[in-house]
């Protein structure tokens, strides 16, 4: 019995269908090819943000995929998806180099490894069409399960957040995610990669074979007629439904909020938090609440202003502990006659007399009092955890690295919607809005709205900034809820349940900026109570790609079981 990585160029096609154009390319042509892919997909993400070149970027790994033996598809897929990784990926490397590195491997070695197992164990066992097989497996296995497992899940990076800009394309993300618009992207691919494997091998006898009248189609062109037909298709159902979604939405013109984005380095705010240096520490403290207080003059001005919002963490210390700093911070509220969002810590003494500190939001009233907490659920690891914490090397070594020492900082419970003018808002905290099954929970609690506060200044001018705010974008789509993110350093913005945002952009020495910027942002949050089928029944069609590969799985190992038997 061959094996699966014994297989040539002529028959990992499949019956009917024919070796690739040029299979004698040399390994380091291929390579060529396949690094051009990579670099092709990481020009579609910010910084440089060519959207557009996603329709095509995956078609040489797609071409890999079918058409080389496995061995070859392996290798070229998974150099083509480090360099798409390891680029797309580069400002994680402004907090850590290490961990960058690791993420990309681990991406473009083991998930994408698996892919292309997956694929060439269907193409092997199955007769599932290849376009089936490609979807699936990548969908499951690249985005999803990557995304959700439970041990440094990273949703980022995802092949439809390319197109978060693309209005009328990503409204069919309220029906099955992000996902499903991965999954565009990847037929639209697929048919290119087709169509470009048949014109080089269009000759004047292939020709006939579409002309002749008398003859019938060839298996192998009736497959790519039915690839081609329904890319078509997928492609003006999506934009249909972009253009009736947009245009059916019932939009709510919610209370009028004003967003002050502050411009604190990283490591004033690390000398802030750790305060060993309690001179210099106390420093950066008043003029980090001067900066905020001053941001904040606008909204005096500003008539039935609803709420005001500071990012992340922008008020230090134990802030219920510290009478005067709150009495100075609810004189502000009263005075605007508004509602005050913003970021601190809370501290509590657990049963063992342990001193607990959560990454939390306070909400205080128009009448100054303190009426609603929320704590941090999903923390980052090293940066506000420790992972293994119970292991001395790890707690002494990672203890180093965060702003926050060898204690940490816990983890929340979910709490309830906050209410401010009649709508119902989840307040989140930094990474979390990237984290389609929070928002959806929130969601299904009866949120409006959610309010992302966030501390980006670790990332500085990075596309991190920019990759945030299509997350925030993807977000309101799914659920169709309005989304405010606040952050520190930029970017802020207001988006709508529609995909559409108005970012803070300030002018310096004539250009628009939106990152390491200060400034302040009014306008009303914009939400519908209008329901989607994506928070009724979540990922479903990742669970349905999980189907797929589990029976990719399961004839595998039948037909492996039974040739073993017999031999």
Same mark, same amino acid.
């Given at each position: 019995?061959?094996?699966?990585?014994?297989?040539?160029?002529?028959?990992v096609a499949g019956p009917g269908d024919p070796?690739?154009?040029?299979? *004698?390319?040399?390994?380091?042509?291929?390579?060529?090819?396949?690094?051009?892919?990579?670099?092709?997909?990481?020009?579609?993400? +910010?910084?440089?943000?060519?959207?557009?070149?996603?329709?095509?970027?995956?078609?040489?790994?797609?071409?890999?995929?079918?058409?080389?033996?496995?061995?070859?598809?392996?290798?070229?897929?998974?150099?083509?998806?480090?360099?798409?990784?390891?680029?797309?990926?580069?400002?994680?490397?402004?907090? $850590?180099?290490?961990? &960058?590195?690791?993420?990309?491997?681990?991406?473009?070695?083991?998930?994408?490894?698996?892919?292309?197992?997956?694929?060439?164990?269907? &193409?092997?066992?199955?007769?599932?069409?290849? *376009?089936?097989?490609?979807?699936?497996?990548?969908?499951?296995?690249?985005?999803?399960?990557?995304?959700?497992?439970?041990?440094?899940?990273? +949703?980022?990076?995802?092949?439809?957040?390319?197109?978060?800009?693309?209005?009328?394309?990503?409204?069919?993300?309220?029906?099955?995610?992000?996902?499903?618009?991965?999954?565009?992207?990847?037929?639209?691919?697929?048919?290119?990669?087709? $169509?470009? $494997?048949?014109?080089?091998?269009?000759?004047?006898?292939?020709?006939?074979?579409?002309?002749?009248?008398? +003859?019938? #189609?060839?298996?192998?062109?009736?497959?790519?007629?039915?690839?081609?037909?329904?890319?078509?298709?997928?492609?003006?159902?999506?934009?249909?439904?972009?253009?009736?979604?947009?245009? $059916?939405?019932?939009i709510i013109e919610g209370p009028k909020v004003?967003?002050?984005?502050?411009?604190?380095?990283?490591? +004033?705010?690390?000398?802030? #938090?750790?305060?060993?240096?309690?001179?210099?520490?106390?420093?950066?403290?008043?003029? &980090?609440?001067?900066?905020?207080?001053?941001?904040?003059?606008?909204?005096?001005?500003?008539?039935?202003?609803?709420?005001?919002?500071?990012?992340?963490?922008?008020?230090?210390?134990?802030?219920?502990?510290?009478?005067?700093?709150?009495?100075?911070?609810?004189?502000?509220?009263? =005075?605007?006659?508004?509602?005050?969002?913003?970021?601190?810590?809370h501290y509590i003494i657990d049963r063992t007399?342990?001193?607990?500190?959560?990454?939390?939001?306070?909400?205080?009233?128009?009448?100054?009092?303190?009426?609603?907490?929320?704590?941090?659920?999903?923390?980052?690891?090293?940066?506000?955890?420790?992972?293994?914490?119970?292991?001395?090397?790890? =707690?002494?070594?990672?203890?180093?690295?965060?702003?926050?020492?060898?204690?940490?900082?816990?983890?929340?419970?979910?709490?309830?919607?906050?209410?401010?003018?009649?709508?119902?808002?989840?307040?989140?905290?930094?990474?979390?809005?990237?984290?389609?099954?929070?928002?959806?929970?929130?969601?299904?609690?009866?949120?409006?709205?959610?309010?992302?506060?966030?501390?980006?200044?670790?990332?500085?001018?990075?596309?991190?900034?920019?990759?945030?705010?299509?997350?925030?974008?993807?977000?309101?789509?799914?659920?169709? &809820?309005?989304?405010?993110?606040?952050?520190?350093?930029?970017?802020?913005?207001?988006?709508?349940?529609?995909?559409?945002?108005?970012?803070?952009?300030?002018?310096?020495?004539?250009?628009?900026?939106?990152?390491?910027?200060?400034?302040?942002?009014?306008?009303?949050?914009?939400?519908?109570?209008?329901?989607?089928?994506?928070?009724?029944?979540?990922?479903?069609?990742?669970?349905?790609?999980?189907?797929?590969?589990?029976?990719?799985?399961?004839?595998?190992?039948?037909?492996? *079981?039974?040739? *073993?038997?017999?031999?």
């Open positions: 019995m061959d094996r699966i990585g014994e297989k040539t160029a002529e028959t070796p690739g154009p040029a299979a *004698s390319l040399p390994i380091w042509l291929d390579a060529v090819i396949a690094i051009a892919g990579g670099l092709l997909a990481y020009m579609s993400f +910010h910084p440089v943000a060519q959207s557009w070149l996603i329709w095509f970027a995956l078609a040489p790994m797609l071409y890999f995929l079918r058409y080389r033996s496995f061995g070859r598809a392996l290798v070229l897929t998974q150099l083509g998806c480090l360099v798409f990784y390891f680029l797309a990926l580069i400002w994680v490397a402004e907090v $850590t180099w290490a961990g &960058m590195s690791a993420m990309a491997f681990i991406i473009a070695v083991v998930y994408c490894g698996a892919f292309v197992c997956v694929v060439r164990l269907g &193409m092997k066992y199955t007769k599932l069409p290849f *376009s089936v097989l490609a979807v699936s497996a990548w969908i499951l296995i690249v985005e999803y399960i990557r995304s959700e497992q439970p041990v440094l899940s990273f +949703h980022w990076i995802i092949l439809g957040h390319s197109l978060w800009d693309w209005p009328w394309i990503i409204q069919i993300a309220d029906i099955g995610g992000s996902y499903l618009v991965s999954a565009l992207v990847l037929l639209v691919n697929l048919a290119v990669m087709e $169509t470009c $494997t048949r014109l080089l091998q269009l000759t004047r006898a292939d020709k006939t074979r579409f002309v002749g009248a008398r +003859h019938a #189609l060839p298996l192998r062109e009736r497959k790519y007629l039915i690839l081609a037909g329904a890319t078509v298709l997928a492609l003006v159902l999506t934009l249909l439904y972009g253009i009736i979604r947009l245009r $059916t939405l019932e004003v967003t002050v984005q502050g411009n604190i380095p990283q490591d +004033h705010k690390e000398i802030v #938090l750790r305060g060993e240096n309690p001179e210099l520490s106390a420093e950066f403290e008043h003029r &980090m609440l001067d900066d905020h207080l001053r941001l904040m003059a606008p909204a005096l001005e500003e008539e039935d202003v609803d709420l005001v919002v500071w990012p992340e963490t922008m008020v230090p210390g134990r802030i219920v502990e510290r009478a005067e700093l709150l009495s100075m911070i609810t004189r502000y509220a009263k =005075r605007i006659g508004s509602g005050f969002l913003f970021g601190s810590q007399k342990e001193l607990v500190c959560y990454n939390s939001c306070f909400l205080i009233n128009k009448k100054g009092e303190v009426v609603g907490r929320y704590d941090k659920t999903v923390l980052v690891p090293v940066g506000e955890f420790i992972p293994f914490k119970w292991l001395p090397l790890m =707690r002494n070594f990672l203890g180093r690295l965060t702003p926050y020492g060898a204690s940490d900082i816990s983890s929340g419970k979910p709490g309830p919607c906050f209410t401010t003018a009649g709508m119902k808002y989840a307040p989140l905290i930094c990474f979390e809005i990237t984290m389609p099954a929070i928002v959806r929970k929130m969601r299904k609690r009866g949120c409006d709205a959610v309010i992302n506060i966030s501390n980006d200044a670790w990332f500085r001018r990075s596309a991190e900034l920019d990759l945030s705010l299509a997350q925030a974008v993807f977000r309101a789509v799914e659920t169709r &809820m309005g989304v405010l993110r606040v952050v520190n350093t930029g970017i802020s913005a207001f988006v709508g349940p529609d995909g559409s945002y108005k970012a803070l952009t300030v002018e310096v020495d004539g250009k628009p900026k939106r990152k390491q910027v200060e400034g302040t942002l009014i306008d009303r949050v914009r939400y519908t109570r209008q329901g989607t089928l994506y928070v009724s029944l979540g990922d479903w069609f990742a669970w349905l790609c999980l189907l797929v590969v589990l029976y990719v799985l399961g004839c595998s190992v039948f037909r492996w *079981s039974g040739s *073993s038997v017999r031999q």
